[in-house]
């Protein structure tokens, strides 16, 4: 019995047809059910994946990004993907490292896909390939957020305002403290012109090709 394969973007899979590989010489692991898995076939696969990640990670990491280009807001003067780039601009404009500029591009890709945990969704998302100190940035800036946004919360109780404080010392305390004023609460301004997301793109393709994590687990 021969399938189809499906080769056309943006049109729906149907019945019988495969999806295509990324690359020609691939092969496909013929089972519809992860228990039928070999040895031998999760080698293929594990092969595989390594190039797909290589080549797919940083591209669909800006499709996810993008797909909200044209989402409306609900208040805000620019919606989250042009906050996003928004970020990114002044911390490209004001000279920061690429590493920086792309934590900024996406430290809130999931605002509102992840709006409870936000934070933690954009860490663990750029992690295996930031600095800890830009990881530890992205999981805490919700945190030290909560200073600015004064009547948000319904609690009013001063700990919790002023949580931040409990790493004050830390030694990445005061660049969160400075992405949240200087890069976060101000980038939703639609006066400033944000730089295209085709301009970090190259940005995004080295970042996510390397990894500090990596680097510091083998050191």
């Known amino acids: 019995m021969t399938t189809g394969t499906k080769t056309t973007q943006n049109v729906r899979r149907k019945a019988g ?6 690359r020609p010489d691939w092969q496909y692991i013929e089972h519809c059910n992860l228990d039928h898995y070999t040895p031998e076939d ?6 595989q994946r390594a190039e797909y990640l290589a ?8 499709e996810l990004l993008a797909a909200s280009r044209n989402a409306p807001t609900f208040g805000y003067l620019i919606n989250n993907y042009e906050h996003c780039l928004q970020t990114a601009t002044m911390l490209h404009r004001d000279g920061h490292d690429e590493e920086t500029v792309v934590t900024g591009l996406f430290h809130d890709i999931g605002f509102i896909v992840c709006p409870e945990n ?4 954009a860490a663990d998302l750029v992690r295996p390939f930031v600095s800890e100190k830009n990881a530890w940035m992205l999981e805490h800036h919700g945190i030290f957020q909560r200073i600015y946004l004064h009547g948000f919360y319904e609690s009013e109780d001063a700990d919790f305002i002023h949580a931040r404080e409990q790493w004050r010392g830390h030694p990445y305390f005061d660049w969160t403290a400075e992405f949240v004023e200087r890069y ?9 012109e944000s730089l295209p ?3 970090f793109e190259p940005m995004v393709r080295r970042v996510f090709s390397d990894s500090p994590a990596l680097a510091r687990s083998s050191a």
């Open 17 to 22: 047809e495969r999806d295509g590989l990324l």
């Open 118 to 121: 936000h934070e933690r969704f």
């Open 55 to 62: 080549e797919e990670r940083a591209k669909q990491a800006l």
């Open 197 to 199: 997301i085709e301009f």
């Open 42 to 47: 999760w080698a293929i696969m594990n092969r």
């Open 184 to 192: 976060d609460i101000v980038a939703i301004d639609p006066a400033i």
